[in-house]
C-alpha cells in the first residue's frame, strides 16, 4: 500500500512554513515597548498603569498573529514577484518583431505562461486555507480523498484529472 | 526618575526595538529576491521541484511543449510553492 503511494501518511505537507519562534520574540518586544513607553510617556498614572496591564496581552497577541501575517506578507511578496515575471515575459515578447518567425510560438508561450502563473497563485491561495482552515496538522490526501471538502478552492487539488 | 531607572528604560526599550525589528528585517531578507525574479522554481508539497518558468523562454523557439508539461504537473500538486532561481 504505501508503495503505490508515492509519499507514505506520515509525512507532513510542506506548507508555507509558520515562522512561530521569532514571532514569539517580537511578541516579547512589543510587549516590553509598550512597558517602556508607558514608563517614558508624560502621561496621568491611570493611563500609564493600563497600558503596563495591556502589555502582556499585546505581546502574545503579537506572538499569535504574527506567524499568519509573515505567511501572508510571504504569498503578497510572491504574487507579486509572479506578476513582474508575467509583466517580464509579455514585454519580451512584445520586442519580437511581429514579422519573426517565433512570433507565434512566443504568443502561445504568454498565454501558457499567464493560466499557468494563475494555476500557481491558486495552489499557492491553497496552502494559505490549508493553514488558516485546518491547520497544519492535515493528514496526506484528506483533500483528495475525504467526503468533503475542507475549504478553499478545489482548483489546485487533483480531484479530476485535467483532459 | 533617576539614572539608573533611565538607563534601564533606555536598554529595554534598545532590546524591545531589536527584537521587533530584528525578525522583520530577517523576513524581508529571506524575500530579497522573490519580489522580482528573473525565473522561478515550483515545488510541490514535499519540496520536490517540479519545474521551473523563466521569462526569457518565451523567445527561445525549442522546448514549446515543456511549459505545457509543466502547467500539467502544477494541476495535479495539492500545494504549490514558488520561490526566485
Redesign the interface.
Known sequence: MSQSRP?SPQ?Q????PL?GN??K??G??????L???A??LPINPVTRLALQLLAPWLAIGVALVGPYF?TF??LQ??Y???M???K??KY??AS?PASA??KA??Q???A??E???G??IT??A??WS?ITVSGPGLPQGA??SGPSEVGGPNQ???IT??S | MGNNEIALLVLFGLASAAAIVGPSLRLLWTLRKDAFPRAVVIKDQNGAVIGTLSAESVQQTDNENDLVRLHERVRRSEHVSVEAA
Not at chain 1, 516579547?28 to 515597548?33: D, K, L, P, Y
Open positions: 509519499r509525512v505537507p510542506q506548507q508555507a515562522r521569532l514571532s520574540v517580537t516579547a518586544g512589543s510587549g516590553t515597548g512597558v517602556v513607553l514608563e517614558a509573515s506578507v510571504v511578496v510572491k507579486f514577484g509572479l513582474h515575471l508575467l517580464r515575459a519580451l515578447e519580437i518567425p517565433n510560438v512566443a502561445a508561450k504568454v501558457e505562461m493560466t499557468l502563473i494555476d500557481v495552489a499557492m491553497h496552502t490549508g483533500l483528495r489546485g487539488g487533483g484529472p485535467h
